[in-house]
């Protein structure tokens, strides 16, 4: 189950990228807004962001106009990690090396192909595991206050 959100600027492109799950066969829940009338990016992004922290959604894709308010507001949820990015090379090592489990986008920076391609390479990678599982513990460990 993918969670969605997106604030007043993403509305357009997120149904662009509902359109791609539903080719890729993949379920998702949707957070909202669905309007285009102004909001706080914060709102939707931290609903969808504490779904997939919850685990009642496995990731998250969330939009905003620059995909930075949306991914900061999202990333404060323990247990989020997020990749905001506007390019392939990115969003496939994010998941390949931080298991990033919310991706995020602009929707005034990316055109609708580039922001598919992202979130098609981003969804069908998994996690390397290894020497990064132990990188993301250490993040976790920051997360909970400690000193590395
Ligand atoms: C809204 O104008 C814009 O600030 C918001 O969508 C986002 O880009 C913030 O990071």
Not at 10 to 32: A, P, Q, T
Not at 108 to 120: H, L, N
């Given at each position: 189950?993918i969670?969605?959100?997106?604030?007043?600027?993403g509305v357009?492109l997120?149904m662009e990228?509902m359109?791609?799950?539903?080719e890729?066969?993949?379920?998702?829940?949707?957070?909202?807004t669905?309007t285009?009338?102004?909001?706080?990016y914060a709102?939707?992004g931290?609903?969808?962001?504490?779904?997939?922290?919850?685990?009642?959604?496995?990731?998250?894709?969330?939009?905003?106009g620059?995909?930075?308010g949306?991914?900061m507001?999202a990333?404060?949820v323990?247990?989020?990690?997020v990749?905001?990015?506007?390019?392939?090379y990115?969003?496939?090592?994010?998941k390949?090396?931080n298991?990033?489990n919310?991706?995020t986008?602009?929707?005034?920076v990316?055109?609708?192909d580039v922001?598919?391609?992202?979130a098609?390479?981003?969804?069908?990678?998994?996690?390397?595991?290894?020497?990064?599982?132990?990188r993301?513990?250490?993040?976790?460990?920051?997360e909970r206050?400690?000193?590395l």
């Amino acid at each position: 189950m993918i969670a969605l959100a997106c604030d007043h600027t993403g509305v357009d492109l997120k149904m662009e990228i509902m359109h791609l799950l539903d080719e890729m066969g993949l379920e998702y829940k949707d957070f909202g807004t669905n309007t285009r009338e102004s909001c706080d990016y914060a709102v939707f992004g931290s609903r969808a962001a504490r779904a997939v922290a919850r685990g009642e959604c496995d990731r998250g894709i969330l939009i905003c106009g620059t995909g930075v308010g949306i991914g900061m507001a999202a990333g404060k949820v323990p247990g989020i990690r997020v990749c905001t990015c506007s390019d392939v090379y990115t969003a496939t090592l994010s998941k390949r090396h931080n298991n990033s489990n919310i991706l995020t986008f602009g929707a005034r920076v990316v055109g609708v192909d580039v922001a598919k391609m992202i979130a098609k390479a981003w969804l069908t990678e998994t996690f390397e595991g290894g020497r990064h599982q132990r990188r993301i513990d250490q993040i976790a460990a920051i997360e909970r206050g400690e000193e590395l």
